[in-house]
Protein backbone atom coordinates (compact mmCIF):
# COMPACT_ATOMS: atom_id res chain seq x y z
CA UNK A 1 0.00 0.00 0.00
CA UNK A 2 1.37 3.23 -0.85
CA UNK A 3 1.00 6.26 1.43
CA UNK A 4 1.22 9.74 0.59
CA UNK A 5 4.12 12.18 1.88
CA UNK A 6 1.99 14.73 3.50
CA UNK A 7 0.23 12.03 5.77
CA UNK A 8 3.49 11.04 7.10
CA UNK A 9 4.32 13.12 10.13
CA UNK A 10 7.99 13.46 11.19
CA UNK A 11 9.43 11.59 14.00
CA UNK A 12 10.22 14.24 17.31
CA UNK A 13 13.88 13.58 18.29
CA UNK A 14 13.59 12.14 21.85
CA UNK A 15 16.41 13.86 23.65
CA UNK A 16 18.32 12.05 26.22
CA UNK A 17 17.11 12.76 29.29
CA UNK A 18 20.29 13.44 31.64
CA UNK A 19 18.67 15.25 34.74
CA UNK A 20 18.43 18.59 35.96
CA UNK A 21 21.88 19.63 36.09
CA UNK A 22 22.77 17.75 33.12
CA UNK A 23 19.28 19.25 30.97
CA UNK A 24 20.42 22.80 31.88
CA UNK A 25 24.04 22.49 31.11
CA UNK A 26 22.77 21.52 27.22
CA UNK A 27 20.50 24.19 27.16
CA UNK A 28 22.94 26.89 28.02
CA UNK A 29 25.92 25.07 25.89
CA UNK A 30 23.14 25.56 22.90
CA UNK A 31 22.18 29.22 23.61
CA UNK A 32 26.14 30.13 23.85
CA UNK A 33 27.25 31.93 21.07
CA UNK A 34 31.05 31.57 20.32
CA UNK A 35 33.52 34.73 20.29
CA UNK A 36 34.31 35.80 16.91
CA UNK A 37 38.10 36.86 16.50
CA UNK A 38 40.69 37.64 19.28
CA UNK A 39 39.54 37.51 22.86
CA UNK A 40 39.10 41.28 24.11
CA UNK A 41 41.98 41.45 26.76
CA UNK A 42 41.69 42.51 30.04
CA UNK A 43 43.80 44.92 31.91
CA UNK A 44 44.98 43.30 35.27
CA UNK A 45 48.47 44.93 35.96
CA UNK A 46 48.64 48.63 37.25
CA UNK A 47 50.66 50.16 34.66
CA UNK A 48 47.33 49.23 32.33
CA UNK A 49 45.02 50.64 34.32
CA UNK A 50 44.74 54.66 33.66
CA UNK A 51 44.62 56.18 37.41
CA UNK A 52 42.28 58.51 38.09
CA UNK A 53 43.38 61.39 40.84
CA UNK A 54 41.03 62.88 43.24
CA UNK A 55 39.69 66.38 42.84
CA UNK A 56 40.29 68.52 46.11
CA UNK A 57 37.64 69.07 47.98
CA UNK A 58 35.97 72.28 48.27
CA UNK A 59 36.86 72.79 52.02
CA UNK A 60 40.38 72.38 51.37
CA UNK A 61 42.68 74.96 51.39
CA UNK A 62 45.18 75.25 48.38
CA UNK A 63 47.80 75.22 50.12
CA UNK A 64 47.41 72.05 51.54
CA UNK A 65 46.62 69.80 48.42
CA UNK A 66 48.39 68.18 46.31
CA UNK A 67 46.67 68.19 42.87
CA UNK A 68 49.33 66.27 40.69
CA UNK A 69 49.27 63.32 43.37
CA UNK A 70 45.47 63.87 44.25
CA UNK A 71 46.02 64.09 47.74
CA UNK A 72 46.09 66.03 51.04
CA UNK A 73 49.55 67.32 51.90
CA UNK A 74 49.23 65.82 55.86
CA UNK A 75 52.63 67.54 56.72
CA UNK A 76 51.97 70.74 56.07
CA UNK A 77 48.45 70.77 57.76
CA UNK A 78 50.51 69.59 60.71
CA UNK A 79 53.00 71.98 60.61
CA UNK A 80 50.45 74.50 60.26
CA UNK A 81 48.48 73.17 63.04
CA UNK A 82 51.56 73.25 65.36
CA UNK A 83 52.48 77.08 64.26
CA UNK A 84 49.10 77.88 65.15
CA UNK A 85 49.20 76.30 68.39
CA UNK A 86 52.42 77.99 69.06
CA UNK A 87 51.11 81.39 68.84
CA UNK A 88 47.91 81.01 71.13
CA UNK A 89 50.35 79.73 73.86
CA UNK A 90 52.79 83.02 73.17
CA UNK A 91 49.45 84.68 73.24
CA UNK A 92 50.39 86.50 69.89
CA UNK A 93 46.97 86.65 68.56
CA UNK A 94 45.82 88.86 71.13
CA UNK A 95 45.93 92.35 70.80
CA UNK A 96 48.63 93.74 73.00
CA UNK A 97 48.35 95.97 75.61
CA UNK A 98 50.68 98.70 74.42
CA UNK A 99 51.45 98.20 70.31
CA UNK A 100 55.59 98.43 69.48
CA UNK A 101 55.82 101.19 66.78
CA UNK A 102 59.20 101.10 65.99
CA UNK A 103 58.33 99.76 62.20
CA UNK A 104 56.88 103.45 61.64
CA UNK A 105 59.49 104.78 63.61
CA UNK A 106 62.54 102.99 61.32
CA UNK A 107 60.42 104.38 58.29
CA UNK A 108 60.83 107.53 59.34
CA UNK A 109 57.71 108.50 61.43
CA UNK A 110 58.17 110.37 64.74
CA UNK A 111 56.42 109.08 67.70
CA UNK A 112 54.32 111.94 67.95
CA UNK A 113 53.62 112.03 64.44
CA UNK A 114 49.69 112.03 63.42
CA UNK A 115 49.76 109.43 61.71
CA UNK A 116 51.70 106.84 64.25
CA UNK A 117 48.66 107.96 66.85
CA UNK A 118 45.62 107.13 64.03
CA UNK A 119 47.18 103.88 62.85
CA UNK A 120 47.70 102.53 66.98
CA UNK A 121 44.15 103.78 67.63
CA UNK A 122 42.58 102.02 64.98
CA UNK A 123 44.65 98.98 65.20
CA UNK A 124 43.52 99.20 69.21
CA UNK A 125 40.14 99.37 68.41
CA UNK A 126 40.40 96.50 65.99
CA UNK A 127 41.88 94.32 68.35
CA UNK A 128 44.35 93.22 65.86
CA UNK A 129 47.70 91.52 66.93
CA UNK A 130 51.00 93.01 67.16
CA UNK A 131 51.89 90.65 63.65
CA UNK A 132 48.79 92.13 62.19
CA UNK A 133 50.04 95.25 62.84
CA UNK A 134 53.66 95.14 61.46
CA UNK A 135 52.41 93.48 58.22
CA UNK A 136 49.68 95.97 57.54
CA UNK A 137 52.20 98.98 58.66
CA UNK A 138 54.89 97.26 56.10
CA UNK A 139 52.28 97.49 53.15
CA UNK A 140 51.26 101.06 53.83
CA UNK A 141 54.77 101.71 54.19
CA UNK A 142 55.39 100.03 50.39
CA UNK A 143 53.12 101.53 48.88
CA UNK A 144 54.00 105.29 50.20
CA UNK A 145 57.43 104.64 48.91
CA UNK A 146 56.07 103.31 45.60
CA UNK A 147 54.29 106.46 45.36
CA UNK A 148 56.73 108.77 46.38
CA UNK A 149 59.52 107.14 43.69
CA UNK A 150 56.83 107.67 41.47
CA UNK A 151 55.91 111.53 42.15
CA UNK A 152 59.69 111.54 42.32
CA UNK A 153 60.12 110.19 38.44
CA UNK A 154 57.45 112.35 37.68
CA UNK A 155 58.74 115.56 38.36
CA UNK A 156 62.34 114.50 36.30
CA UNK A 157 59.99 113.96 33.45
CA UNK A 158 58.31 117.12 34.13
CA UNK A 159 61.05 119.31 34.13
CA UNK A 160 62.65 117.80 30.99
CA UNK A 161 59.34 119.03 29.46
CA UNK A 162 60.18 122.66 29.99
CA UNK A 163 63.78 122.05 28.08
CA UNK A 164 66.94 122.65 29.47
CA UNK A 165 66.86 126.24 30.83
CA UNK A 166 63.82 124.10 33.31
CA UNK A 167 65.63 124.43 36.37
CA UNK A 168 66.02 128.62 35.52
CA UNK A 169 62.39 128.98 34.61
CA UNK A 170 61.07 127.33 38.12
CA UNK A 171 63.43 128.97 39.67
CA UNK A 172 62.26 132.31 38.78
CA UNK A 173 58.81 131.68 38.74
CA UNK A 174 59.50 130.96 42.65
CA UNK A 175 61.32 134.29 43.03
CA UNK A 176 58.28 136.19 41.45
CA UNK A 177 55.72 134.12 43.41
CA UNK A 178 57.97 135.03 46.88
CA UNK A 179 57.73 138.66 45.95
CA UNK A 180 54.17 138.82 45.05
CA UNK A 181 52.71 137.60 48.43
CA UNK A 182 55.34 139.75 50.11
CA UNK A 183 54.32 142.93 48.62
CA UNK A 184 50.18 142.06 49.30
CA UNK A 185 49.73 141.59 45.63
CA UNK A 186 48.32 138.00 46.51
CA UNK A 187 47.08 136.29 49.48
CA UNK A 188 49.14 133.24 51.10
CA UNK A 189 46.09 131.09 49.82
CA UNK A 190 46.44 132.36 46.04
CA UNK A 191 50.03 131.74 46.52
CA UNK A 192 49.64 128.19 47.51
CA UNK A 193 47.06 127.60 44.89
CA UNK A 194 49.57 129.35 42.36
CA UNK A 195 52.31 127.04 43.39
CA UNK A 196 50.43 123.65 42.87
CA UNK A 197 49.90 124.72 39.67
CA UNK A 198 53.68 125.08 39.12
CA UNK A 199 54.23 121.03 40.01
CA UNK A 200 53.85 120.35 35.64
CA UNK A 201 56.05 121.92 32.73
CA UNK A 202 52.63 123.23 31.63
CA UNK A 203 51.37 124.68 35.01
CA UNK A 204 55.03 126.52 34.97
CA UNK A 205 54.55 127.79 31.37
CA UNK A 206 51.05 129.35 32.72
CA UNK A 207 52.71 130.98 35.37
CA UNK A 208 55.45 132.61 33.29
CA UNK A 209 52.20 133.73 30.91
CA UNK A 210 50.93 135.47 34.76
CA UNK A 211 54.11 136.92 34.79
CA UNK A 212 54.49 138.62 31.78
CA UNK A 213 51.08 140.07 31.93
CA UNK A 214 52.60 142.07 35.45
CA UNK A 215 55.39 142.84 33.40
CA UNK A 216 57.73 140.81 35.80
CA UNK A 217 59.19 138.27 32.80
CA UNK A 218 62.77 138.44 33.17
CA UNK A 219 64.70 137.15 29.66
CA UNK A 220 65.92 133.72 29.91
CA UNK A 221 68.85 132.91 28.27
CA UNK A 222 68.16 130.08 25.02
CA UNK A 223 71.03 127.75 25.82
CA UNK A 224 72.20 125.27 23.14
CA UNK A 225 70.68 121.54 23.50
CA UNK A 226 74.09 119.77 23.29
CA UNK A 227 76.21 122.68 25.25
CA UNK A 228 76.07 120.87 28.82
CA UNK A 229 77.12 117.24 27.21
CA UNK A 230 79.68 119.28 25.61
CA UNK A 231 83.67 118.58 26.94
CA UNK A 232 85.62 121.78 26.87
CA UNK A 233 87.49 120.61 23.89
CA UNK A 234 84.51 119.71 22.10
CA UNK A 235 83.23 123.60 22.93
CA UNK A 236 86.17 125.09 21.85
CA UNK A 237 86.39 123.27 18.21
CA UNK A 238 82.63 124.32 17.62
CA UNK A 239 82.45 127.81 18.56
CA UNK A 240 85.95 127.95 16.55
CA UNK A 241 84.37 126.78 13.36
CA UNK A 242 81.41 128.90 13.67
CA UNK A 243 83.53 132.15 14.65
CA UNK A 244 85.05 131.16 10.66
CA UNK A 245 81.45 131.06 9.26
CA UNK A 246 81.15 134.53 6.86
CA UNK A 247 78.16 135.72 8.71
CA UNK A 248 80.27 136.26 12.19
CA UNK A 249 81.21 139.97 12.18
CA UNK A 250 79.08 140.96 9.53
CA UNK A 251 75.81 139.69 10.81
CA UNK A 252 74.64 141.03 14.01
CA UNK A 253 72.24 138.69 14.94
CA UNK A 254 74.63 135.73 14.50
CA UNK A 255 77.39 137.28 16.11
CA UNK A 256 75.64 138.12 18.99
CA UNK A 257 74.14 134.63 19.32
CA UNK A 258 77.66 132.86 18.96
CA UNK A 259 78.98 135.54 22.52
CA UNK A 260 76.01 134.37 24.26
CA UNK A 261 76.96 130.96 23.74
CA UNK A 262 80.64 131.82 24.89
CA UNK A 263 79.73 134.03 27.65
CA UNK A 264 77.14 131.09 29.13
CA UNK A 265 79.95 128.80 29.15
CA UNK A 266 82.38 131.52 30.93
CA UNK A 267 80.82 133.60 32.69
CA UNK A 268 83.77 134.81 34.69
Known amino acids: MNLQAENIEPVE ?5 KGLLGNAKDELDANTVEPQGEPESIPHRAEDVEEKIA ?14 KGLLREEDVFKSLSELEKKFSQGK ?3 PEKFDDKILVDAGHEKDDEIVGAYTE ?53 EWLDSMERKGVISKEQAQAIS ?12 QALRSMTGDLRPIPKAVVNEASESEEE ?9 SDT ?11 IELEFERRHPE
Open 13 to 17: EVKED
Open 55 to 68: EKPDHVPDKFWDKD
Open 93 to 95: HKS
Open 122 to 174: WAKENGISQKAYDDLAEKIIGMAGEKEQEEKVNSEREMEKLGPNGKEIVKQNI
Open 196 to 207: DLGSTAIGNTTV
Open 235 to 243: FNSRIQEAM
Open 247 to 257: RYGNDASYTRK
